[in-house]
C-alpha cells in the first residue's frame, strides 16, 4: 500500500490509514488520504497496468488496500469515452462523454463503494449507514449486501419509486427521512457519529468514497493518450470533481502529463450555492436555495458539505469555474445526450449545459479537448422525459396493410 496517512483538511493533524476514521477526531473537518508518491512511482510500471481489465482495480496501486483479497467489486470503472457528433462539431471542439450510466447499479456511485466497502471490509467493519437521494443508496446496498455487511440507507422522502425499489432488492434496512433542507441531514450525521461512533458512508464524510473518484483522471488520460484540457462534472457534495481533481494532480506529480485540465463543475440554479460562491471569489459558500425545485435530483444540495470547500478550491486551483443551470437548459441536454445515443438522468446531463454556458461566453477556444461526465442513466429517473415525449402513440393492428399505411405516412417527406 503507498497511502501513508490521512490528514486533516484543517488542522492538519495525521492519522492511520488502517483504522476506521470518519472525519478529524480533534477539529471535525474533512480528512484526506496521502501517499508516498516517491515510493509509488519507484514501483509503478505502466505497461503492465495497461495490460489489466478496465476496471476501477486497474488502478490498484493509487488505492489505499492492503490486502487484494478485500476488494468487493462488479466490474465498475472503465466505462467508454464516447465522441459526441452532435454537441462537440456544434462548437468547434473536441467533446467526449464519459459514459457512467453504464455501471453496475446504474451510476457513478459504484466506484466509490466499491472502494469505501472494500476498505470498510479491510477495516473489519460490519454495519454502516448512508444518505442518499437515491443512486447512492442503490450502490451502498448492493456492495455491502456482497460484502456480507448490515446497513441501513436513509434516502430523501422524495426519491423516486425507480431508485427505491432498486435500493431495496438488495434487501438491506431503508428508512424515509422528512426534512426541509440538506443541512439538517448532515447535522444528523453528525450527531449519529458523535453520540454512536457509527461508522458512516457519506461522501467526504467517509474518506475512500471521492479516492475513488481518482480514476476518472487515470481512465481518462489512458483513453485519449493524454489529459483534457477541461473536465466538466455535476456537483452535489462534490466528490467526483474533487477525486477527479485529485487523480491529475497525482498523474502531474508523478511526471504522466504536464497540466492538470480546468476542473469545471455544475449545480442546479434552484439550489446554486457553490456557484455562486465562486461567482463572488468566496473560499467557503453558506446555504441556498430549495432542494425540491430541480429535477436534477442528484444533485439538488442547498446546504454545501463543508460549505463546498474542496469542490471550491478544485475550480480556483485549476484555472476552472462552477457554473450553475436551469431545469430548461438540462431538459434540452438531456435531448441532445439522446440524440448522441446516451440515455442520462438529469444530473447527468448537466455538465453539458454547464458547457454551453461556457461556450456562451467564449471560453471555449477551437479544437479544445473537454470531457463531460455522464454520471447516472435515465431509467433512474424516467418521469424527467414527460414532457419531453409525448404518451399518444399511434395503435395500429398487427396487419401489413396498417403497417404500410403508417410507413407511407411517417415517411412521406423524407422521400
Ligand atoms: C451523486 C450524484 C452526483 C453528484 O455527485 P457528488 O460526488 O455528490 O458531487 C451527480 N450525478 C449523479 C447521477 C449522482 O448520483
Ligand atoms: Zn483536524
Avoid at 441531514?185 to 464524510?205: M, P, R, S
Avoid at 477551437?366 to 414527460?386: D, F, I, N, Y
Avoid at 409525448?390 to 415517411?411: G, H, N, V, Y
Amino acid at each position: 500500500m503507498f497511502a501513508h496517512r490521512l490528514i486533516c483538511d484543517s488542522c492538519g493533524r495525521s492519522y492511520p490509514v488502517d483504522q476506521p476514521f470518519n472525519t478529524c477526531p480533534h477539529c471535525g473537518d474533512l480528512l484526506e488520504t496521502e501517499y508516498d508518491l516517491e515510493r509509488l512511482q519507484a514501483h509503478l510500471d505502466w505497461e503492465s497496468i495497461a495490460r489489466r481489465p478496465n476496471t476501477l482495480w486497474k488502478w490498484r496501486e493509487f488505492f489505499p488496500i492492503n490486502d487484494p483479497a478485500h476488494i468487493v467489486t462488479l466490474g465498475e470503472g472503465g466505462t467508454p469515452l464516447v465522441p459526441s457528433v452532435i454537441a462537440g462539431p456544434a462548437l468547434g471542439i473536441d467533446l467526449y462523454f464519459k459514459n457512467d450510466s453504464l455501471m453496475p447499479t446504474g451510476s457513478f456511485k459504484d466506484r466509490g463503494f466499491s472502494l469505501a466497502v472494500s476498505k470498510a471490509k479491510e477495516l473489519g467493519i460490519t454495519k454502516g449507514l448512508t444518505y442518499t437521494s437515491g443512486n447512492a443508496g442503490a450502490s451502498f446496498a448492493a456492495y455491502t449486501r456482497r460484502a456480507g455487511m448490515q446497513s441501513v440507507i436513509l434516502v430523501k422522502h422524495w426519491t423516486t419509486p425507480e431508485k427505491l425499489v432498486m435500493i431495496r432488492s438488495y434487501g438491506q434496512e431503508v428508512v424515509k427521512l422528512v426534512y426541509d433542507s440538506f443541512g439538517e441531514v448532515t447535522a444528523l450525521l453528525d450527531e449519529a457519529v458523535a453520540k454512536v461512533g457509527l461508522y458512516q458512508f457519506v461522501n467526504f464524510i467517509n474518506p475512500m468514497r471521492h479516492e475513488a473518484m481518482k480514476s476518472y483522471a487515470y481512465e481518462v488520460t489512458e483513453q485519449l493518450g493524454g489529459a483534457p484540457d477541461r473536465m466538466i462534472h455535476p456537483v452535489g457534495t462534490g466528490g467526483g470533481i474533487w477525486g477527479s481533481y485529485k487523480g491529475f494532480t497525482e498523474l502531474k506529480a508523478l511526471g504522466r502529463i504536464d497540466r492538470i485540465p480546468s476542473m469545471h463543475g455544475v449545480q442546479p440554479s434552484a439550489t446554486p450555492p457553490i456557484a455562486e460562491a465562486f461567482r463572488r471569489g468566496d473560499k467557503v459558500a453558506t446555504p441556498k436555495g430549495d432542494s425540491h425545485a430541480s429535477i436534477a435530483q442528484s444533485i439538488v444540495s442547498d446546504s454545501p458539505l463543508k460549505g463546498g470547500k474542496r469542490v471550491l478550491r478544485a475550480a480556483y486551483e485549476s484555472g476552472g469555474t462552477i457554473e450553475d443551470v436551469t431545469d430548461a437548459e438540462i431538459l434540452r441536454a438531456l435531448q441532445v445526450l439522446a440524440a448522441e445515443g446516451i440515455f442520462s438522468e438529469p444530473a447527468g446531463a448537466a455538465p453539458l449545459a454547464a458547457l454551453w454556458r461556457l461556450a456562451e461566453r467564449g471560453e471555449l477556444r477551437r479544437g479544445e479537448r473537454v470531457v463531460c461526465v455522464v454520471t447516472g442513466t435515465g431509467l433512474k429517473q424516467p418521469e424527467a422525459w414527460a414532457e419531453l415525449v409525448s404518451d399518444d402513440i399511434q395503435r395500429i393492428p398487427c396487419q401489413f396493410p396498417a403497417l404500410q399505411t403508417f410507413l407511407a405516412e411517417q415517411w412521406k417527406e423524407a422521400k
